[in-house]
């Protein structure tokens, strides 16, 4: 069973049981009645307090009696792997709070009213909460204060390591050093930021850590091969004409 595509939409379920994986992950927030769902982690009854999330190539069994209404969302794994940076690999129980009852209703409205791009940017969003349930806390004390001068005595502190220890461990966790991990966070924020705003090269460039504009794009050209403006110019052009 494969997806290619993101996609959002309610879905009810049968008494019979039903066993299988699929390559994409797989997040299922429940509007009505509840869920029997078995992992090799898991054993429980999915009700409306709470969600579950599935990573790619997680075997499970589920069925459901009485009347049920479930949102379910199918991410593609090249989608999640972008989201998740390959970090969440395992099953999530978590209770429904006021944010995740937002994103709920948001995506809720979506299924009615298809729109891929706000629908990628909910995800985003969603996908942002769950990363927070998994980072460990030095890694998030980056996506809090990326935009600020970190060093690696600080993060080393934070997890309660020496600093050659912590190098190592921060490689086996991201793949990465943490400065190019904090380059790559900056470079994703300033993406965000030259897409979506009107603000200059110089104050995006601050925003993101940077007190000169020559550093960010220095940052572009390694990473992208482009100017911030030629990306800017592009990626616009690209979005304006997948809205058309």
């Not at 992950?25 to 409306?48: A, F, H, M, N, V």
């Not at 599935?54 to 459901?64: A, E, T, V």
């Not at 461990?169 to 030259?194: H, S």
Request: charge should be positive.
């Amino acid at each position: 069973m494969q997806s290619n595509n993101l996609l959002c939409e309610t879905r009810t379920y049968i008494e019979k049981t039903y066993a299988h994986n699929h390559s994409y992950s797989q997040l299922i927030l429940p509007l009505q009645g509840s869920l029997s769902i078995k992992t090799d982690k898991y054993e429980l009854s999915l009700d409306e307090k709470h969600l579950f999330f599935l990573p790619p190539k997680c075997y499970h069994s589920y069925c459901s009696n009485g009347i049920n209404k479930f949102l379910v969302l199918d991410i593609p794994r090249e989608i999640s792997l972008a989201l998740l940076a390959d970090t969440f690999k395992c099953e999530m129980h978590q209770i429904l709070d006021d944010r995740w009852k937002a994103i709920r209703y948001l995506l809720h409205e979506e299924a009615q009213n298809p729109n891929g791009r706000r629908l990628y940017d909910l995800v985003n969003y969603a996908c942002s909460f769950l990363l927070d349930e998994v980072r460990p806390i030095s890694i998030q004390y980056i996506h809090d204060n990326f935009q600020n001068q970190i060093s690696i005595d600080k993060l080393a502190a934070i997890e309660n390591f020496n600093v050659s220890y912590y190098i190592e461990w921060f490689n086996k966790k991201t793949g990465m050093t943490p400065n190019a991990y904090i380059q790559k966070l900056r470079l994703e924020k300033a993406k965000e930021y030259l897409i979506g705003t009107e603000l200059s090269l110089l104050m995006i460039s601050q925003l993101v850590g940077y007190k000169q504009q020559s550093s960010l794009t220095r940052l572009f050209i390694k990473h992208q091969e482009l100017l911030p403006t030629a990306y800017r110019k592009k990626y616009r052009e690209i979005d304006k004409n997948s809205s058309i």
